[in-house]
């Protein structure tokens, strides 16, 4: 009577631990040049698929005709004040519309009465599309600077205000009530305890506020704007020129990630200091 073997389970082993070691070697490099991968990748499929034509040119220019745009803009003049404008109106609606939040959320997360008075009003004004306030605003502000903002700080409030409200429902009554024995209250227990103790949740909201400012912020450019990168968007569409488009959407996504990134090192500097 034969026995049952197990070199199959003797090799899988080995090649498991080989998978393993492999990824955790992966893993130890810096983590830029792994970010860095699918961009590269990207680029070079980018560049076969013009280059030899399996996408025509007139539905897809090259990587070098997109950066000769963009240069060409730059020595013209032109992109520097696009960019600053953009720029400028994203972070003045990104303040207000954060600082909106953080008081609402604060407000409706520690009372109840001001949960079943403003709560289901606020969320219903959330689901509201982008799009639809552009004809009100309009109306009210012109096309103006006034009206480009505010619709930027409505996309950057409801993150806030979200993240802020649910993360202050959820805090520790425990911590809460021991911050009261020692006679904190009011506005004091909030920056000293209740604060410090969503600080994670805030800059979560925060970074969702900042995403919906740049995505509200083409909204607004899209319509009445003579400058900005949204204005670049339709002017590129309208004049034919898919370098200038491709180019303005990369630079989104380059501006979008800086700022992103600058508020990650803030979060971090927060999380520090006061958790």
């Not at 950066?67 to 003045?92: C, K, M, N, W, Y």
């Amino acid at each position: 009577m034969s026995t049952p073997t197990v070199p199959q389970t003797r090799k899988a082993q080995p090649a498991g631990r080989q998978k393993s070691e492999i990824a955790a070697t992966i893993l130890r490099a810096p983590k830029w040049l792994l970010a860095s991968v699918l961009p590269i990748l990207t680029l070079a499929v980018w560049q076969y698929v013009t280059v030899t034509e399996i996408v025509a040119p007139w539905t897809l220019p090259t990587p070098g005709s997109v950066a000769a745009a963009a240069v060409e803009l730059f020595q013209d003049g032109e992109l520097g004040p696009h960019i600053g404008i953009s720029t400028q109106r994203v972070l003045l609606g990104f303040f207000f519309g954060s600082l909106l939040g953080l008081a609402f959320g604060a407000l409706v997360g520690l009372s109840k009465l001001a949960d079943a008075f403003l709560g289901l009003s606020i969320s219903a004004l959330r689901a509201v599309p982008s799009l639809a306030w552009v004809p009100l605003l309009v109306l009210w502000m012109k096309y103006g600077e006034d009206s480009k903002v505010t619709l930027v700080i409505i996309g950057a409030f409801f993150p806030v205000f979200t993240t802020v409200a649910l993360a202050l429902r959820h805090v520790d009554a425990q911590l809460v009530e021991a911050a009261r024995s020692f006679g904190l209250k009011g506005l004091k227990l909030l920056r000293t305890v209740q604060l410090p103790a969503v600080v994670p949740a805030i800059f979560s909201g925060l970074r969702l506020a900042l995403a919906q400012a740049w995505l509200f912020l083409v909204a607004a450019e899209l319509l009445g704007a003579s400058m900005g990168l949204g204005f670049l968007l339709t002017d590129s569409q309208n004049n034919g020129r898919l370098d200038r488009l491709i180019m303005t959407i990369v630079l989104l996504a380059i501006f979008g990630k800086i700022t992103d990134a600058l508020l990650s090192v803030a979060e971090r500097w927060a999380i520090k200091r006061w958790t």
